[in-house]
């Protein structure tokens, strides 16, 4: 584990476990923590961070300096339903407590079906306030992401301090 990655960023690296040549998105990378933990999984694929702050797209990329400059992270400023994002660009999206993803009408599920890859996977990680809720909040997630045509395959739950983890796994619907 990174020294200064949190244990809920260490799991969610360990859940989301991208292949050796997986295209992955997280959104919302924040100081691009996730993105260093994701990226050494990676041998020829490539994290893009994105963050609608160019202040933390700032700190991932000093933090991520020497991933950038080998083409392995990139990172890009703007909300997610701004993003110039390719469709099917991405084996696998990952997204830390954003909370556009947990609440109506969550359209930003929309774009990540968009840019998901045929057999790709969005993981969503969160801390809930009350433990014992992960079948809860993983129905609330499905809800919300079903018109949007990704479905829950998993849900995994992490002891995390200082409270326990959820990753709620989704793939596209197809049929």
Same mark, same amino acid.
Request: charged share 15%.
């Given at each position: 584990? $990174?020294? =200064?990655?949190?244990? !809920?960023?260490?799991?969610?690296?360990?859940? #989301?476990?991208?292949?050796?040549?997986?295209?992955?998105?997280?959104?919302?990378?924040?100081?691009?923590?996730?993105?260093?933990?994701?990226? #050494?999984?990676?041998?020829?694929?490539?994290?893009?961070?994105?963050?609608?702050?160019?202040?933390?797209?700032?700190?991932?990329?000093? !933090?991520?300096?020497?991933?950038?400059?080998?083409?392995?992270?990139?990172?890009?400023?703007?909300?997610?339903? =701004?993003? &110039?994002?390719?469709?099917?660009?991405? =084996?696998?999206?990952?997204?830390?407590?954003?909370?556009?993803?947990?609440?109506?009408?969550?359209?930003?599920?929309?774009?990540? !079906?968009?840019?998901?890859?045929?057999?790709?996977?969005?993981?969503?990680? &969160?801390?809930?306030?009350?433990?014992?809720?992960?079948?809860?909040?993983? =129905?609330?997630?499905?809800?919300?992401?079903?018109?949007?045509?990704?479905?829950?395959?998993?849900?995994?739950?992490?002891?995390?301090?200082?409270?326990?983890?959820? $990753?709620?796994?989704?793939?596209?619907?197809?049929?």
């Amino acid at each position: 584990m $990174a020294a =200064d990655a949190s244990a !809920r960023l260490s799991w969610a690296a360990h859940v #989301a476990d991208p292949g050796p040549g997986e295209r992955v998105l997280e959104v919302g990378c924040g100081h691009g923590v996730l993105l260093s933990l994701l990226a #050494a999984r990676l041998t020829t694929g490539s994290v893009l961070g994105l963050d609608r702050s160019a202040t933390m797209t700032t700190a991932a990329a000093v !933090r991520n300096a020497a991933a950038v400059a080998a083409g392995t992270v990139a990172l890009q400023t703007a909300a997610l339903a =701004d993003a &110039d994002l390719p469709d099917a660009a991405f =084996d696998l999206v990952v997204a830390v407590h954003v909370g556009a993803f947990w609440r109506a009408p969550a359209e930003e599920h929309a774009v990540v !079906r968009r840019v998901l890859a045929g057999g790709g996977r969005f993981l969503l990680v &969160d801390q809930p306030l009350q433990p014992g809720r992960a079948q809860t909040r993983a =129905d609330q997630v499905a809800a919300l992401a079903a018109p949007h045509g990704l479905v829950v395959t998993a849900v995994h739950t992490g002891d995390t301090p200082p409270r326990p983890s959820i $990753a709620v796994e989704l793939r596209p619907h197809h049929g």
